[in-house]
Structures are given as structure tokens and as C-alpha cells.
């Protein structure tokens, strides 16, 4: 039989963690919860967490902080943080330190379970998808390998967030292929929510500015026009050679 996943709630809000680990019960999860920052610290360095629900707002030791040490150990655990905190800034701050999704409150419990549930599900899918594959994907001036997280281009190590790296190693695992981004939602974010298409051009957008030669005119993640991106690893970025122009000149960027 198999191990129930461990969920770790870090939430100072009485209400919310009781209302959240009720839910998760019910879904047969093992949750622990603590409201203090510096105590959901100490959990997780004991490790063994299959997920972590992050308040930003904390005593002790804040969430931004949590989740900046979390991303600093080698096992990783997906993070969700939850915050009153909904501005885009605190969003954009919380996914750049290494967050999994964000949901700003008050939100609805039954999504946020459901998200909890979909990134498990994309977590045990990539861990299946590395056991299929193994060893490091190369392909045209890339390296990228899943074990270790890390990845190049043209010989040169990249920094990328866990999202960054998961939509690119998406993209390489299917060269050519055209995805919506309702399709990337589903495949790379592990949920599909009408209005979240903005997340994929924000992360596309930041993806570009790390591979491509000129980000203004990317010649690696092509935008498709009416029907969304595809991957070109092959393209020439070297000085001197012509690099294709976007397919798209207006929707999707």
C-alpha cells in the first residue's frame, strides 16, 4: 500500500489551516501544521514533505524567506504560498524565489486542494518521465539535465526557477510542437484555470531573456500565431547569422 503524501502547512491563521487540513484529510493526506515561521523552517529541514502550504505573512521567520531556504536544500518540495498579500509584485516575488503556484485570499479551499492534487500529480508525472528517460537531454546547443535540475545553453550554465526549468525542459522533450497555453497550463503547471494564460507569457518572457541571443526577436520560443509557442533549439544564435523573425506578430507574446 502506499505511503500517504505528507502535506506541511505554515499558516498563522487559525481558521484557515483547521478548514485546510480538514479538506486534505479527507483526501488522505498526512498534514502537519505550525503557525510560526521559524518552526515550519525547522519541519522542513527534517525533510520528507511532498508539499509545502506557505503563508507569506508569518512570525518568526517570514514565508518569502521559507520558501528562499527551501529552494537552497537538495530535495525539492513544491511550494504553494497562500497570502493576503495579492498584489503582482508579491506574486511575481513569491514564483522568482522558487514557488510552485500562489493563491491570493481570501480564496476558495476546494481549489487550492484541487491545485495541491494537480501538482502532485505533475511531480509524480516528471519523477515517472525520469525514470522512462534518465541520463541528460541534448539537443541543438542545449543541455538540460532533470536529476540534477541544471541546465545550458551554448555550453553556458543557466539560472532558472523550478517553473523556468520545467517549461523548458517541456519544450525540448517535444521540438517543433505547437502548445496553447492552456496546454502548457495543464502539462507544465498541472491545472488548466481560464484567465491564468497570462502565467505562461510572463514565465515565456523571462525564459527568452535567459536563452535566446536577443530576446526582442526569439528565435528558440517561437509564438505561433492563433495557436500558441513552439521550441526550435536548432535555430542559429550566432553572430553574424540570420535569425527567423517571430511567427506572430499580434495575440500571444
Known amino acids: 500500500m502506499d505511503q500517504p503524501k505528507r502535506v506541511l502547512i505554515v499558516e498563522d491563521d487559525a481558521d484557515i489551516a483547521n478548514v485546510l487540513m480538514l479538506h486534505l484529510r479527507d483526501e488522505h493526506y498526512e498534514v502537519v501544521h505550525t503557525a510560526d515561521g521559524a518552526e515550519g523552517l525547522r519541519l522542513l529541514e527534517q525533510g520528507g514533505w511532498d508539499a509545502l502550504i506557505l503563508d507569506l505573512m508569518l512570525p518568526g521567520v517570514d514565508g518569502l524567506e521559507i520558501c528562499r531556504r527551501a529552494r537552497a536544500m537538495t530535495r525539492y518540495t513544491p511550494i504553494i504560498i497562500t497570502s493576503a498579500r495579492s498584489s503582482e509584485v508579491h506574486r511575481i516575488l513569491g514564483l522568482e524565489l ?11 479551499v476546494l481549489e487550492l486542494v484541487a491545485r495541491v492534487k494537480a501538482l502532485l500529480r505533475r511531480v509524480e508525472a516528471m519523477a515517472k518521465d525520469l525514470r522512462l528517460d534518465g ?37 525540448a522533450r517535444h521540438p517543433g510542437k505547437v502548445f496553447s497555453r492552456m496546454e502548457l497550463l495543464n502539462a507544465v503547471w498541472g491545472y488548466q484555470h481560464e484567465g491564468y494564460e497570462h502565467t505562461v507569457n510572463t514565465h515565456i518572457n523571462r525564459l527568452r531573456t535567459k536563452i535566446e541571443a536577443d ?31 517571430d511567427e506572430m506578430q499580434g495575440g500571444a507574446s
Not at 542545449?142 to 525542459?169: C, H, M, N, W
Open 98 to 108: 522558487g514557488a510552485d503556484d500562489y493563491l491570493a485570499k481570501p480564496f476558495s
Open 135 to 171: 541520463g541528460t537531454l541534448m539537443l541543438g546547443g542545449f543541455s538540460i539535465d532533470p536529476v540534477t535540475r541544471e541546465a545550458q545553453v551554448d555550453g553556458k550554465r543557466i539560472e532558472l526557477t523550478p517553473r523556468e526549468f520545467d517549461l523548458l525542459y517541456h519544450f
Open 215 to 245: 530576446p526582442a526577436q526569439p528565435v528558440r520560443i517561437l509564438t505561433v500565431w492563433g495557436r500558441g509557442y513552439k521550441f526550435n533549439p536548432l535555430a542559429p544564435t550566432a553572430p553574424g547569422n540570420a535569425a527567423p523573425r
